[in-house]
């Protein structure tokens, strides 16, 4: 029988070749068969989101870094481990529960994690340190769950409105910040979504990722220049909006849009790739050599470790991973088609306008606002007592949250409209009387001498909740075992006049939540299994307002 020899010494007979190659094949098929779903979410996200556009790049490159050492990779094919397998299970596991509560970021990585068990399953220990950095660097195609990109547009926009702000300042011209609102006098800048930086941080971090394992110097440097991409996007980010303000003060708004139409995009990513460069350009001069003396790519050494000549491939580790992976393409197959059922509740459109004493003066969220949010249904409305003090009453309803759409925290919201977060304590409200356990966030407010107070919580399946980060475990929870994901936030706000003190605002917001609470009853579905009577017309959960 004829026998190839890799360069551990590692023999391989030529039928059992054969085999592997087929199993291997046949593994990476159906591991692109099992996660598809995940995958055409991964590819969706890419195309529509310019945060991740660069997503189209990253297997590119993965690619070209496993097909630049393919010959260490077969050098360093050697004893199969039973850890694939072990992999391959741990895999299925987060693709079902990613599958089940629409946390797509638990089945991407379940993807990853099962080609790391392919590759264990096949050459083991030795040929999964060669594959490591190629199929890592995978993670940087990831889209962020939405809500966690929320949170980080927002901090970003009112880091890089500051920053911004600061740099114009330098220049001795007046600047006024309202929250991510640069005022000018004669002209109003707002740091919108689309400047908030992302869509360079995330393809930086995958950049600088790739530059310091090119980056042949000691440890502690590679590791600077791979962290150094956060602060070197939230400058040049707020460089130019800086430059964008300067154009303002001396040209007028419609060059400075123009500018910045220019200036985004690809023109401010090259600007942070060519810091990066500089960046290790500095630490080579550090150590007294020029820039491609430091930076290519790694030599792979071969496996060093002898194996024995005569033993024969094992194949039951690679069988084992094509047979569960198949296993997790069935039942991916199963979970991905489980239909959703909204349940029955009324439209807020039928919510009272008159609340006890209150009389409420209905409004509504503006056309890009509304589709931000992405909502599907809501009321907004300010009630007045007969004194003629406000309560702010919103509640946003979504019928799914497995699109990724979910309530924002108003905690985050708040800070990019100008008002300063004072105060924030999480507390619970309790009437006996009415039957009412309430916990909640109650925020104050303050935008120059106006002061405002904030109750809010979340309502996952009829539950209320006050901390968001235990909101997304209930919704994990009901995803999987209830077969919902809706969701609603609740939100009152009041201001507090300048005749009254803090407990004047808190008596007023409590004083609603107990006429208003009961009237949310059939607008909010409760938790099943609890049988409450709709209020008028009954709709179905997914209707949109």
Same mark, same amino acid.
Request: proline share 7%; charged share 15%; aromatic share 14%.
């Given at each position: 029988?004829?026998? %190839?020899?890799?360069?551990?010494?590692? @023999?391989?007979?030529?039928? &059992?070749?054969?085999?592997?190659?087929?199993?291997?094949?046949?593994?990476?098929?159906?591991?692109?068969?099992?996660?598809?779903?995940?995958?055409?979410? !991964? /590819?969706?996200?890419?195309?529509?989101?310019?945060?991740? +556009?660069?997503?189209?790049?990253?297997? /590119?490159?993965?690619?070209?870094?496993?097909?630049?050492?393919?010959?260490?990779?077969?050098?360093?094919?050697?004893?199969?481990?039973?850890?694939?397998?072990?992999?391959?299970?741990?895999?299925?596991?987060? $693709?079902?529960? *990613?599958? !089940?509560?629409?946390?797509?970021?638990?089945s991407h990585g379940a993807f990853i994690v099962?080609?790391?068990?392919?590759?264990?399953?096949?050459?083991?220990?030795?040929?999964?340190?060669? #594959?490591?950095?190629?199929?890592?660097?995978?993670?940087?195609?990831?889209?962020?769950?939405?809500?966690?990109?929320?949170?980080?547009?927002?901090?970003?926009?009112?880091?890089?409105?500051?920053?911004?702000?600061?740099?114009?300042?330098?220049?001795?011209?007046?600047?006024?910040?309202?929250?991510?609102?640069?005022?000018?006098?004669?002209?109003?800048?707002?740091?919108?979504?689309?400047?908030?930086?992302?869509?360079?941080?995330?393809?930086?971090?995958?950049?600088?990722?790739?530059?310091?394992?090119?980056?042949?110097?000691?440890?502690?440097?590679?590791?600077?220049?791979?962290?150094?991409?956060?602060?070197?996007?939230?400058?040049?980010?707020?460089?130019?909006?800086?430059?964008?303000?300067?154009?303002?003060?001396?040209?007028? =708004?419609?060059?400075?849009?123009?500018?910045?139409?220019?200036?985004?995009?690809?023109?401010?990513?090259?600007?942070?790739?060519?810091?990066?460069?500089?960046?290790?350009?500095?630490?080579?001069?550090?150590?007294?050599?020029?820039?491609?003396?430091?930076?290519?790519?790694?030599?792979?050494?071969?496996?060093? /470790?002898?194996?024995?000549?005569?033993?024969?491939?094992?194949?039951?580790?690679?069988?084992?991973?094509?047979?569960?992976?198949? *296993?997790?393409?069935?039942?991916?197959?199963?979970?991905?088609? @489980?239909?959703?059922?909204? =349940?029955?509740?009324?439209?807020?459109?039928?919510?009272?306008?008159?609340?006890?004493?209150?009389?409420?003066?209905?409004?509504?969220?503006?056309?890009?606002?509304? @589709?931000? !949010?992405?909502?599907?249904d809501y009321i907004l409305s300010d009630y007045?007592?007969?004194?003629?003090?406000?309560?702010?009453?919103?509640?946003?309803?979504?019928?799914?949250?497995?699109?990724?759409?979910?309530? $924002?925290?108003?905690?985050?919201?708040i800070p990019g409209n100008g008002w300063i977060?004072?105060?924030?304590?999480?507390?619970?409200?309790?009437?006996?009387?009415? &039957?009412?356990?309430?916990?909640?966030?109650?925020?104050?407010?303050?935008?120059?001498?106006? %002061?405002?107070?904030?109750?809010?919580?979340?309502?996952?399946?009829?539950?209320? /909740?006050? &901390?968001?980060?235990?909101?997304?475990?209930?919704?994990?929870?009901?995803?999987?075992?209830?077969?919902? #994901?809706?969701?609603? !936030?609740?939100?009152?706000?009041?201001?507090?006049?300048?005749?009254?003190?803090?407990?004047?605002?808190?008596?007023?917001?409590?004083?609603?939540?107990?006429?208003?609470?009961?009237?949310?009853?059939?607008?909010?579905?409760?938790?099943?299994?609890? %049988?409450?009577?709709?209020?008028?017309?009954?709709? %179905?959960?997914? $209707?949109? +307002?």
């Amino acid at each position: 029988m004829l026998m %190839k020899t890799n360069k551990t010494g590692f @023999r391989l007979a030529q039928p &059992n070749a054969i085999y592997i190659s087929l199993i291997l094949s046949l593994s990476v098929l159906v591991v692109f068969v099992a996660f598809r779903g995940s995958l055409w979410e !991964l /590819v969706r996200r890419w195309r529509v989101q310019e945060e991740y +556009s660069h997503g189209f790049f990253i297997p /590119v490159i993965a690619a070209w870094l496993l097909w630049s050492r393919r010959e260490a990779l077969i050098a360093n094919l050697g004893r199969p481990s039973w850890a694939g397998p072990a992999l391959i299970l741990l895999a299925g596991l987060m $693709h079902v529960i *990613g599958e !089940l509560s629409a946390l797509y970021i638990l089945s991407h990585g379940a993807f990853i994690v099962a080609l790391f068990g392919i590759v264990l399953g096949l050459g083991g220990y030795p040929l999964f340190k060669v #594959t490591l950095i190629p199929i890592v660097f995978l993670v940087f195609a990831i889209p962020m769950p939405y809500f966690i990109d929320t949170v980080l547009t927002w901090r970003l926009q009112l880091i890089s409105s500051e920053l911004g702000t600061f740099f114009i300042r330098m220049l001795q011209i007046p600047v006024y910040l309202e929250g991510n609102v640069i005022d000018l006098g004669v002209y109003k800048l707002q740091v919108v979504e689309a400047c908030s930086g992302l869509r360079y941080l995330y393809p930086l971090l995958g950049l600088s990722f790739l530059a310091a394992y090119l980056f042949q110097a000691p440890l502690w440097q590679r590791a600077v220049v791979f962290l150094s991409a956060i602060p070197i996007t939230i400058l040049m980010n707020s460089l130019r909006i800086a430059v964008v303000g300067v154009l303002v003060n001396y040209f007028g =708004p419609q060059d400075a849009e123009g500018f910045l139409h220019m200036f985004e995009g690809w023109i401010i990513f090259i600007a942070c790739a060519g810091v990066l460069v500089g960046e290790m350009t500095l630490f080579a001069r550090l150590s007294d050599k020029k820039f491609f003396d430091v930076f290519y790519p790694p030599k792979i050494s071969p496996n060093t /470790v002898p194996q024995p000549a005569t033993v024969m491939f094992n194949r039951a580790p690679l069988v084992g991973c094509l047979v569960l992976l198949c *296993g997790v393409a069935v039942v991916g197959y199963f979970v991905s088609g @489980r239909q959703e059922i909204p =349940p029955e509740r009324s439209a807020f459109a039928s919510f009272p306008n008159v609340i006890g004493e209150w009389r409420g003066r209905p409004s509504a969220l503006d056309s890009n606002t509304e @589709r931000y !949010l992405g909502v599907s249904d809501y009321i907004l409305s300010d009630y007045f007592e007969p004194r003629g003090q406000r309560v702010n009453f919103y509640v946003a309803y979504y019928a799914s949250q497995r699109t990724g759409v979910a309530p $924002h925290s108003p905690s985050v919201c708040i800070p990019g409209n100008g008002w300063i977060i004072a105060r924030f304590e999480r507390t619970d409200y309790t009437n006996d009387d009415r &039957n009412i356990s309430l916990p909640y966030n109650r925020v104050l407010i303050s935008r120059g001498s106006d %002061k405002q107070l904030v109750y809010y919580w979340f309502v996952q399946r009829g539950i209320p /909740v006050a &901390n968001e980060y235990v909101s997304k475990l209930y919704l994990l929870r009901d995803a999987i075992f209830m077969n919902r #994901t809706d969701g609603a !936030l609740v939100r009152l706000t009041t201001p507090i006049y300048p005749t009254e003190s803090e407990s004047d605002a808190d008596k007023r917001l409590q004083s609603f939540i107990q006429l208003s609470l009961p009237k949310l009853a059939g607008y909010l579905p409760p938790p099943p299994g609890t %049988k409450i009577r709709p209020a008028m017309t009954p709709l %179905k959960g997914d $209707h949109p +307002s």
